[in-house]
């Protein structure tokens, strides 16, 4: 079992930064793969990056590859959304989740997930 808690949303300019945290318990946080998904209102919950366990293979949506980074710790059991550049489209509630397989884009394959953290950017 694992339990995230996101936390370091907040509203911001276009071209502005935030950085958001996951902070995951349980003791087996560094087996799992992990993920950042996003949701907007009225749309589909979307894919945004992924890490694996060790943190050597990172998958990012071309919507923001080049400007978002994911990153972990598994001695303090945290996960790490950088993102850069931000822009209005970017506003969404953003979620961390696990996967007990390799990073993957498929929300499917997700067993756990936060509650959110809401990022709103304006133009």
């Known amino acids: 079992q694992v339990q995230l808690v996101e936390s370091g949303g907040g509203l911001v300019q276009a071209g502005d930064s935030l950085k958001l945290s996951c902070a995951a318990s349980?003791?087996?946080?560094?087996?799992?793969?992990m993920g950042w998904f996003r949701q907007a209102p009225g749309r589909e919950r979307e894919f945004v990056a992924a890490?694996?366990?060790?943190?050597?293979?990172?998958h990012y949506a071309d919507s923001v590859k080049g400007r978002f980074t994911i990153s972990r710790d598994n001695a303090n059991n945290t996960v790490w959304l950088q993102m850069n550049s931000l822009k209005p489209e970017d506003t969404a509630v953003y979620y961390c989740?696990?996967?007990?397989?390799?990073?993957?884009?498929?929300?499917?394959?997700?067993?756990?997930w936060g509650q959110g953290t809401q990022v709103t950017v304006s133009s």
């Open positions: 890490i694996s366990w060790s943190g050597i293979n990172t």
């Open positions: 989740a696990a996967t007990r397989g390799g990073p993957t884009i498929e929300r499917k394959m997700y067993d756990y």
């Open positions: 349980g003791r087996t946080f560094s087996s799992y793969g």
